[in-house]
């Protein structure tokens, strides 16, 4: 009985709750390394919303709010909705104001036009900045998009 | 006794004939996604696969495109670029097999819409590329459309989608 009780009771909190994940890539280096172990609270966000500076999971598909999906994106939130987010010589600015961000440790040289956020999206962006602006999966995601906070 | 053992047995009789109804007769959605699976599996070859079976395999990716499809990709790092016709897909899936030692291709997460006539449909997924022997993989949303051509369900345009806007 105990045994089942258990079973039940990591099926409810991994299937809902904590979601396992492993990541892979180097978007998000030094902050989180390629193959680590993680996983994603998706009850961080029932009492406020998402805040700047939290890293969180993304699902590719916003419609499909509810299953959980086999891939998702790891970012963490610089934008909060209605910003403006520019970047400019490496550094980022929010509605014109420089973003201090003690978690970067690699060099940066992006530079990119000024970017609004509606009212119902976020800018996520990894940690690894070193690799070229192109190279590097960056936006607005919509709030639906975001599955949770990395619990780790 | 009798009655519920013979009710238990109607049952029974009743959802083995209502699974094998689904499986003679499936729905517009199930065919398009079983589509999908199969041009995964087309799509991937493997480590000393021999040219005439990745021929093979080119032929059976081009056969689930309609004769005027169009793939359109554009791509974080690689950039952008269109494929019109089957003759253009050919060539290209060509040339991706004939380059590479070995390619895994998985569509994740597939979403099926059938259009309210059951002549076309679109299908969103996420695609899980690994080239060669390499550890890590390419994740890229995609989106499908599909339409009913002389009884078969065919691609009419594939294209990438940017997730983060």
């Given at each position: 009985?105990?045994?089942?009780?258990?079973?039940?009771v990591?099926?409810?909190?991994f299937?809902?709750?904590?979601?396992?994940?492993?990541?892979?890539?180097?978007?998000?280096?030094?902050?989180?390394?390629?193959?680590?172990?993680?996983?994603?609270?998706?009850?961080?966000?029932?009492?406020?919303?998402?805040?700047?500076?939290?890293?969180?999971?993304?699902?590719?598909?916003?419609?499909?709010?509810?299953s959980?999906?086999?891939?998702?994106?790891?970012?963490?939130?610089?934008?909060?909705?209605?910003?403006?987010?520019?970047?400019?010589?490496?550094h980022?600015?929010?509605?014109?104001?420089?973003?201090?961000?003690?978690?970067?440790?690699?060099?940066?040289?992006?530079?990119?036009?000024?970017?609004?956020?509606?009212?119902?999206?976020?800018?996520?962006v990894?940690?690894?900045?070193?690799?070229?602006?192109?190279?590097?999966?960056q936006?607005?995601?919509?709030?639906?998009?975001?599955?949770?906070?990395l619990?780790? | 006794?009798?009655?519920?053992f013979?009710?238990?047995?109607?049952?029974?009789?009743?959802?083995?004939?209502?699974?094998?109804?689904?499986?003679?007769?499936p729905?517009?959605?199930?065919?398009?996604l079983?589509?999908?699976?199969?041009l995964?599996?087309?799509?991937?070859?493997?480590?000393?696969?021999?040219?005439?079976?990745?021929?093979?395999?080119?032929?059976?990716?081009?056969?689930?495109?309609?004769?005027?499809?169009?793939?359109?990709?554009?791509?974080?790092?690689v950039?952008?670029?269109?494929?019109?016709?089957?003759?253009?897909?050919?060539?290209a899936?060509?040339a991706?097999?004939?380059?590479?030692t070995?390619?895994?291709?998985?569509?994740?997460?597939?979403?099926?819409?059938?259009?309210?006539?059951?002549?076309?449909?679109?299908?969103?997924?996420?695609?899980?590329?690994?080239a060669?022997?390499?550890?890590?993989?390419?994740?890229?949303?995609?989106?499908?459309?599909?339409k009913?051509?002389?009884?078969?369900?065919?691609?009419?345009?594939?294209?990438t989608v940017?997730?983060?806007?």
């Amino acid at each position: 009985m105990r045994i089942l009780v258990l079973v039940v009771v990591c099926f409810v909190v991994f299937k809902f709750i904590l979601l396992p994940i492993r990541v892979s890539g180097i978007s998000m280096e030094p902050t989180y390394h390629n193959h680590a172990v993680n996983c994603v609270n998706r009850l961080a966000y029932l009492r406020h919303e998402p805040q700047r500076g939290d890293v969180v999971a993304i699902r590719f598909a916003a419609e499909d709010s509810f299953s959980t999906p086999s891939e998702m994106l790891m970012k963490r939130i610089i934008g909060l909705p209605g910003e403006t987010v520019w970047f400019h010589g490496g550094h980022v600015y929010i509605n014109g104001q420089l973003l201090d961000e003690p978690y970067l440790k690699n060099p940066c040289d992006w530079e990119h036009e000024a970017i609004q956020c509606g009212t119902n999206q976020y800018y996520v962006v990894g940690d690894n900045r070193s690799m070229p602006f192109t190279y590097h999966t960056q936006g607005r995601a919509y709030r639906e998009q975001i599955m949770g906070k990395l619990f780790l | 006794m009798k009655l519920v053992f013979r009710l238990v047995v109607l049952a029974v009789l009743g959802a083995l004939g209502f699974w094998l109804w689904t499986v003679l007769f499936p729905s517009p959605e199930k065919i398009v996604l079983k589509k999908i699976s199969q041009l995964a599996a087309y799509a991937t070859i493997h480590n000393g696969e021999g040219n005439i079976s990745r021929a093979g395999k080119a032929s059976n990716v081009v056969s689930a495109f309609a004769n005027d499809a169009e793939i359109s990709f554009d791509v974080e790092g690689v950039g952008a670029k269109t494929l019109s016709g089957r003759d253009e897909i050919h060539d290209a899936t060509m040339a991706g097999f004939m380059s590479l030692t070995s390619l895994s291709v998985q569509f994740l997460d597939p979403i099926a819409r059938v259009g309210a006539d059951k002549q076309s449909a679109e299908v969103t997924c996420t695609a899980r590329v690994t080239a060669g022997d390499s550890k890590n993989f390419g994740i890229q949303q995609l989106h499908f459309q599909f339409k009913k051509l002389d009884g078969d369900w065919r691609i009419t345009r594939a294209e990438t989608v940017k997730s983060l806007q």
